[in-house]
C-alpha cells in the first residue's frame, strides 16, 4: 500500500509507503483533516508481483470534539461510558449483546427483536456530525440505525436502512430531506462486513439561506442536498439507537453498532 497527498506520488507517507498488509481493509492513522489522500495498491504472492493498481483518492473531513463518544467497549452493565467526557451516556435496555470484535476495540450486537440503546437528549450546534461503524447481513425491512426523534415529525434526524425496496434512507426533518442511498449501493453494506456512515449538516451557502446535508460511506461521499431549510436540527427527545424513536414496533435494527458520535 502506499499513500500520499500527490497524485504523482512524488513522496509518500513514510509509513505508507509501500506498507504490507495482509486483511482486505486497512484502517490509516495519522491523517491530516480536510486533506486529500492518493493511494494505489500492488499485490503480491508466491508467484511474485502484479502491476501497481490504478490511482485512488479520497478526502478527509473535519469533524470536531463530539458531544458524545460511544465506544462501546464494555462487557457488562446497563449503561456506556461516553468518551467525550461530556457524561451524554448511553442507557441499554433488554440484553444487548456486548463484547463484540469491532474495528478498533469492541461491539455491540443488536438482535432485531427488543435490543436498543438510548442517549439522552442534550444540545449541539446548528451544524453537526452524526457518525456510527456497523455491520450487518440481515435483509429485515424498516431497521432504524439512528433515531434522533420520530421519522414522521419534523426536527429530526433518522437513518433506516430497508429490504424491500433495497435502500439506505437518511430522513431529516421529517420529509422534507431524503438522502436516499438506493440499490447501487444496499448491497454493498449489508455484506457483513464493518461500515462507517457519516451524516453532516452544515451552512456551506453553496444556496444561500439554506443548509448543505451529505452521506459519507467509509469516508467517501455519496450523496448531498444543498437546498434544506436553514433551520436549527436540534430535536428535543432522546436519540435512540438500533430502533425507531417512539417505541414503533418492528423498527429494530439487526448488527453490530461500534464508535458513535
Known sequence: LRVSTWSSFYTTLPWYSGKTITDIKENLIWLQKETRYYYKLQAINNAGQSEMSNTQSTQTTWLPAPWSWLKLEET???????????????????????????????????????????????????DLTVSFRFKTNSTN????????????????????????????KTFINWQQTILNLNSTIYNTITDNERHFYTLTIDDDWEIAGKKK?????????????????????????????????????????????????
Open 76 to 126: 457488562s452493565g446497563s449503561t456506556t461510558f461516553d468518551s467525550s467526557l461530556n457524561n451524554n451516556y448511553g442507557i441499554l435496555l433488554w440484553w444487548v449483546t456486548m463484547n463484540q470484535a469491532g474495528i478498533d476495540g469492541k461491539a455491540f450486537q443488536f438482535d432485531w427483536v427488543n435490543d436498543e440503546l438510548s442517549i439522552v437528549d442534550f444540545d449541539h450546534w446548528p
Open 213 to 261: 446535508a451529505t452521506v459519507y460511506i467509509d469516508g467517501q461521499e455519496k450523496i448531498s442536498n444543498s437546498s434544506i431549510d436553514s433551520g436549527i436540527y436540534n430535536p428535543t427527545n432522546n436519540i435512540t439507537l438500533a430502533r425507531r424513536s417512539t417505541n414503533q414496533a418492528n423498527t429494530f435494527y439487526q448488527g453490530m453498532l461500534d464508535d458513535i458520535r
Open 141 to 168: 425491512n424498516n431497521m432504524y440505525l439512528y433515531s434522533h426523534w420520530d421519522s414522521t415529525a419534523t426536527n429530526s434526524i433518522n437513518v433506516v436502512l430497508n429490504n424491500s425496496d433495497q435502500t439506505l
